[in-house]
């Protein structure tokens, strides 16, 4: 999977999760520039981003991610391991 | 009042099941509409339900709901969960006195935020009344009471 098909198959997620559809997430992305990005839909997205992989992640992987990007990164180790 | 199971995160597994059984009564039905302030007529009156094909006036989806929160606040996780999202589905009417039983099992275990994810189903029978999802935070179990005698050591 390429990271622009990575992002493709993240866009539905952070639109549920984050209840916005016209959010489009970019690698420079931090959750302060998403209104309801707060600690409980954070969980949210670790959620379903795991359900939707097939991966999990540990606390330390998510812990500390600057932006989305990073996530992303995190996302691409998991599935390429 | 009696309390839930206290589940830890290393007590869990992919594909754990629990099941409760239930019923609702008329009892429940007219607490629920003071509780609530529904007092809709699908669910008070038996002849309007009938008029419009069903069997009887229809329980509350909430008082199915309220079987969800039993099951996940005393049984899966139990004592130490706490509620993150409910998603449920109705999808054929439940009557007063029917023996229903809602079924749970384990889907997905997020160590990284500690996330219970659930599916259930409510059945009488063979028939399907409800199903859905729910996830949980599992909580820590922190004794205050020994923290405090331990800066005291």
């Given at each position: 999977m390429t990271t622009e098909e990575l992002y493709t198959k993240l866009t539905p997620i952070f639109r549920d999760v984050f209840d916005d559809e016209s959010l489009a997430p970019h690698p420079?992305?931090?959750?302060?520039?998403?209104?309801?990005?707060d600690s409980l839909s954070n969980i949210r997205l670790i959620v379903d981003i795991e359900q939707r992989f097939k991966i999990h992640f540990t606390t330390a992987e998510i812990t500390?991610?600057?932006n989305v990007g990073e996530l992303v990164a995190v996302i691409e180790r998991k599935l390429v391991g | 009042m009696q309390t839930g199971r206290a589940l830890g995160w290393k007590d869990l597994a992919v594909g754990m099941k629990v099941q409760a059984s239930f019923s609702v009564e008329a009892r429940d039905m007219r607490e629920f509409a003071l509780a609530s302030g529904d007092n809709s007529r699908i669910h008070r009156d038996a002849q309007f339900a009938q008029r419009n094909g069903f069997a009887d006036r229809v329980v509350y989806g909430a008082l199915q709901v309220a079987q969800l929160s039993y099951v996940v606040g005393?049984?899966?996780?139990?004592?130490l969960g706490l509620a993150a999202a409910w998603q449920i589905s109705f999808r054929s009417p439940l009557y007063i006195g029917e023996q229903a039983e809602l079924n749970a099992e384990v889907t997905h275990l997020s160590e990284a935020t500690r996330i219970v994810s659930l599916k259930f189903s409510i059945l009488v029978g063979e028939r399907t009344i409800a199903t859905g999802s729910a996830q949980s935070k599992l909580l820590d179990d922190v004794d205050m009471s020994s923290d405090s005698a331990n800066v005291h050591e």
């Open positions: 420079a992305m931090t959750a302060a520039e998403v209104e309801s990005w500390g991610l600057a | 005393m049984l899966l996780p139990g004592d």
